[in-house]
């Protein structure tokens, strides 16, 4: 069986220049009638999830680089801020390559299982992650992570890696509520909240 072709036809310029002032047209009628709020649409956005208003000091901090929502991302950016500055001032070192941080700003807050494999809530956890110079950050083989979990076991304990791993796979599956992480930002950093 043979195909029909469509009937498409090339518009002639005549037709091109009718098509053109009518979507000007159509244009301009929009930009001049006043806004309205549709039912759920136009209306301006808030950071509502099931009801939670996310308070305004928390909408005022800047983001950081982790997390998939906005509130993450500003959760984020508080522990980093507060966990570097803290392990600056008692250690001043990077946990991996012992090298000096010369200020609090100048390293990152990494992660000892990364970031990408944690569960939920232990993304942000304090005993997982330590102040480091940015390049054991972004460098990823073993000496630097066999000397990361070293300095994690003089710090915190000798058991902490394999408390690392129970305690990441206790997490899987849990969700991250909005308003829990604004509470822990506010236990955190009660500077913040106005």
Same mark, same amino acid.
């Given at each position: 069986m043979a195909l029909k072709r469509t009937g498409f036809k090339k518009k002639t310029k005549e037709q091109i220049a009718v098509l053109r002032e009518e979507k000007r047209?159509?244009?301009?009628?929009?930009? !001049? &009638? *006043?806004?309205?709020?549709k039912k759920g649409k136009n209306k301006p956005k808030k950071t509502v999830v099931k009801g939670y208003i996310v308070p305004k000091w928390y909408s &005022? @901090?800047? *983001?950081? !680089?982790?997390?998939?929502t906005p509130t993450q991302k500003?959760?984020?950016? #508080? @522990?980093?801020?507060?966990?570097?500055?803290?392990?600056?001032e008692k250690y001043g070192t990077c946990v991996s %390559?012992?090298?000096h941080i010369e200020h609090w700003q100048d390293g990152d807050l990494?992660?000892?299982?990364?970031?990408? #494999? %944690?569960?939920?809530?232990?993304?942000?956890?304090? /005993?997982?992650?330590? @102040?480091s110079c940015k390049n054991c950050?972004?460098?990823?083989?073993g000496v630097v992570g066999h000397t990361f979990g070293e300095e994690l076991k003089r710090r915190h304990h &000798?058991?902490? @890696?394999?408390?690392? /791993?129970?305690t990441n796979l206790t997490f899987k599956g849990q969700k991250m509520q909005e308003w829990e992480i604004v509470e822990k930002v506010a236990n955190i950093r009660p500077d913040l909240v106005s």
């Open positions: 047209q159509k244009q301009q009628s929009t930009m !001049s &009638k *006043p806004k309205t709020a &005022k @901090l800047k *983001p950081g !680089s982790h997390g998939s500003k959760y984020w950016k #508080v @522990l980093s801020d507060t966990y570097r500055k803290a392990d600056w %390559c012992h090298k990494a992660h000892f299982k990364r970031y990408s #494999v %944690c569960n939920s809530w232990f993304k942000f956890q304090r /005993e997982n992650m330590a @102040l950050n972004r460098n990823d083989d &000798k058991g902490i @890696l394999e408390w690392i /791993e129970a």
